[in-house]
């Protein structure tokens, strides 16, 4: 355990998996994957995110980095808000 409460530890897989953070919080998406998961350009996404109304992209802004929920995006293009 370090001291941030979190300890990283080894599972069958290769991969780490912290130990200790919600998995509301790792489920938070880049702009990178977004934009890899809706086909566009990271530009449009930061330029949905800039705007305001209805049509802005939901998101997270955590210190300057930004984060989406997956669960929002899709209901947001749903609603045919991304346009």
């Given at each position: 355990?370090?001291a941030t409460g979190i300890e990283i530890?080894?599972?069958?897989?290769?991969?780490?998996?912290?130990?200790?953070?919600?998995?509301?919080?790792?489920e938070l998406l880049t702009v990178k994957?977004?934009?890899?998961?809706l086909r566009v350009p990271p530009s449009?996404?930061?330029?949905?995110?800039?705007?305001?109304?209805?049509?802005?992209?939901?998101?997270?802004?955590?210190?300057?980095?930004?984060?989406?929920?997956?669960?929002?995006?899709?209901?947001?293009?749903?609603?045919?808000?991304?346009?």
């Amino acid at each position: 355990m370090t001291a941030t409460g979190i300890e990283i530890v080894k599972s069958s897989s290769s991969l780490e998996e912290p130990r200790g953070c919600s998995e509301y919080f790792l489920e938070l998406l880049t702009v990178k994957e977004v934009a890899a998961a809706l086909r566009v350009p990271p530009s449009w996404v930061y330029e949905r995110v800039r705007r305001r109304g209805k049509d802005r992209m939901p998101h997270l802004k955590i210190g300057k980095y930004l984060r989406f929920r997956w669960s929002e995006i899709r209901t947001w293009v749903d609603r045919g808000e991304a346009l």
